[in-house]
């Protein structure tokens, strides 16, 4: 597979970018070749406490969450931050496989299904510059739009979740896919079902029994939240208002929020809704809400409380004191390298210097609690099942392992290298400016 642009295997890395290499030799060593491909092994450390008796677990997954799609997105980023071209090999091989298999996908989500597919095949395509990629998202979007379905009160859609866990990520997916392949049929496809989505917002008010997005969580802490919660509801239907400029969206999303704000605690300038801090179900994902808003409205009272809501989670004193709200947990779902995605994109998006010093403290914390004893890269051990704290385990995959630190490290170092840009592969719920330097700098009349 090509060796490493890495100093030596015995050294720590001591940087963003080194770190994130380290992450990729770890995740190469899960890769399995067959006939259609490279997938990766989700949990493969012998020695995470999640793999059963007998050996690891023979897990694969195409997903953006914790399988192929995902470290696919990984390995483009870390293609253009270290200029290797081995790991557009690593990349090429990944989406080999998506477009050989993404028949085999009954759902249609975007962080567990087809959605997802769809998105690291367009990426792949447009990176590796090869038109077969591109078909396979086409013909995958287009089978996605087939199987929409209509429902009782009027509205189509695909699983009947409205959340970001469901038929709302199928809707941002949709749309990035209309953008990215030129397709308006998408978006139409898009903006009928959120228009379903919008009528049924205020169904999301009520506590029900379901899983959540996270498993870390328990279904009652889901509402606030963003995968499966009302936050990242109104963040799609602010999102669907900034695409269309239908107020109906706009007025959907401001009831969402105004749910959200009124299970917030505000303690002096921060504020928290629920007791967890990451992305999946805290801060770090209602923080986007608030932010997409903004980015949408120009509402200045939007962006004041996603900067309440950073605030909070500074003042909680995670990660570097573990918390209700951050536990034993790095990844991108529910620990750290979210709130590093959250403070890079706060500094994007404000310029303000404060977010991108704590991205950097967090970091620091996040690679010197890497394991690499072995010299096959680094791995993070992490209990992200909350409701198993003794279940530990080190997973290769974008929202829950390897490949969604290294990505949020990726996108920390190209931070301020404007004199270096590269293109930063953000999904479709993150809200941020995708570039490396402050939106504002760019707002600057020259001279």
């Given amino acids: 597979m090509g060796p490493d642009p890495f100093r030596s295997s015995d050294e720590r ?7 994130a290499i380290m992450a990729g030799r770890w995740i190469r060593t899960a890769a399995v070749d067959d006939e259609s491909g490279r997938r990766w092994r989700a949990n493969p450390d012998p020695h995470g ?9 023979p897990l694969y997954s195409a997903s953006l969450h914790s399988g192929a799609a995902g470290i696919v997105l990984f390995f483009l980023e870390l293609a253009a931050g270290t200029g290797q071209d081995a790991y557009l090999e690593d990349a090429r091989a990944g989406a080999r496989y998506l477009a050989s298999t993404w028949r085999r996908e009954a759902d249609a989500s975007l962080h567990h299904g087809l959605a997802g597919v769809v998105l690291a095949l367009t990426e792949a395509g447009w990176a590796l510059g090869e038109e077969r990629f591109e078909s396979a998202a086409l013909a995958a979007a287009d089978r996605i739009v087939r199987s929409a379905r209509g429902f009782d009160d009027g509205g189509i859609g695909w699983s009947g979740d409205v959340t970001l866990r469901g038929d709302g990520g199928v809707v941002l997916g949709l749309l990035r896919a209309a953008a990215a392949l030129g397709v308006p049929a998408y978006e139409e496809m898009a903006v009928e079902a959120g228009r379903r989505i919008a009528r049924l917002t205020a169904r999301l008010t009520a506590p029900r029994e379901r899983p959540t997005a996270c498993p870390a969580l328990s279904a009652e802490a889901a509402p606030p939240g963003f995968l499966a919660g ?3 509801t109104a963040f799609l239907l602010a999102h669907l208002y900034g695409a269309t400029g239908e107020e109906a969206f706009l007025d959907a999303a401001r009831r969402g929020a105004a749910l959200v704000r009124a299970a917030g605690v505000l303690t002096g300038e921060s504020a928290t809704v629920t007791d967890h801090l990451g992305y999946c179900s805290g801060s770090a994902g209602i923080a986007r809400m608030f932010y997409e808003l903004y980015r949408v409205s120009g509402d200045g009272g939007d962006l004041e409380w996603a900067m309440r809501l950073a605030r909070g989670v500074r003042d909680s004193g995670a990660p570097f004191r573990q918390t209700a709200g951050l536990w ?3 990844c991108q779902c529910c620990g750290t390298a979210g709130l590093i995605e959250l403070y890079v994109g706060l500094w994007a998006a404000t310029g303000e210097q404060e977010h991108l010093e704590f991205a950097r403290r967090l970091a620091d914390h996040l690679i010197g609690r890497a394991t690499g004893y072995d ?3 680094y791995r993070w051990y992490q209990a992200y099942r909350r409701h198993r704290p003794g279940e530990a385990s080190a997973d290769t995959g974008y929202l829950t392992g390897a490949a969604g630190i290294g990505a949020a490290l ?14 930063v592969i953000l999904l479709p719920d993150n809200p941020f400016p995708p570039i490396p330097m402050p939106a504002v700098a760019l707002r600057r009349p020259a001279g």
């Fill in 13 to 19: 890395a001591e940087t963003p970018l080194t770190a």
């Fill in 328 to 330: 034993n947990v790095a």
């Fill in 230 to 232: 009302t936050a990242g």
């Fill in 49 to 57: 406490r999640a793999t059963p008796p007998g050996g690891p677990a």
């Fill in 375 to 377: 010299g096959r890269g």
């Fill in 410 to 423: 990726l996108h920390l170092d190209a931070a301020g290298q404007a004199d270096r840009p590269r293109r």
